[in-house]
Every structure is written in C-alpha cells, then in structure tokens.
Nanobody
Framework: QVQLVESGGGLVQPGGSLRLSCAVS????????VTWYRQAPGKQREFVAI???????NYLDSVRGRFTISRDNAKNTAYLQMNNLKPEDTAVYLC?????????WGQGTQVTVSS
C-alpha cells in the first residue's frame, strides 16, 4: 500500500496564506511526480500544481504567481505554499502521487477563504 497524508488546511481571510503538506509513505521505490488538485462543492476536480522527480513544475493559470509547489525528497513530502488567497480558492485540496505501481490519492484537506 501507498499512503498519502495531507495536512495544513484551514480557515483563512482573503489575502492570507497557508502551506499544505503531502507526506507519501508505503511500498514505493521513488515518486515520479506529486500533483495537487482541488474540488469545490458541486464542481469538477481541477488541476492546481505539479512537481516532477526532476524538479519541474507547472501551475493552474489562476494560481500561478500566488502558489508554489515544492518538495523535501528526504521526507518524501511535497508542499503547496498558497499566498494571497482568494475566496475562489476555497475547496478540498487533494494530493496525488505517481509512483511506479500507479497513482495514489490522499484524503483531502479543506481550505476555506472567507472574511
């Protein structure tokens, strides 16, 4: 089994910041990529950010410049630093890890941006 443990969500005011964590453990040899997605109530899941084993990154256009994805290889953990949060960022944020046996999902962590 491969397990993903996500943390760092919460309630924040517009303009505030949060850092999400995604810790990967289990029967893995290496992590090829970690991707953050988000899903708001009644909406489709959407891609937010990705980081590959080579360190390349990509972002959803609406978060580029505000969010930064990073990793700590020694801890098998990826992070999503979210700055200048907006109400439209409110969603459940989900982590996905791509390993040699397939891709695996975390449970999600709620981010709520509200005054």
């Amino acid at each position: 089994q491969v397990q993903l443990v996500e943390s760092g969500g919460g309630l924040v005011q517009p303009g505030g910041s949060l850092r999400l964590s995604c810790a990967v453990s289990g029967s893995i040899f290496s992590i090829n990529a970690v991707t953050w997605y988000r899903q708001a109530p009644g909406k489709q899941r959407e891609f937010v950010a990705i980081i590959t084993s080579g360190g390349s990154t990509n972002y959803l256009d609406s978060v580029r410049g505000r969010f930064t994805i990073s990793r700590d290889n020694a801890k098998n953990t990826a992070y999503l630093q979210m700055n200048n949060l907006k109400p439209e960022d409110t969603a459940v944020y989900l982590c996905n890890a791509l390993v040699r046996t397939g891709s695996y999902w975390g449970q999600g962590t709620q981010v709520t941006v509200s005054s």
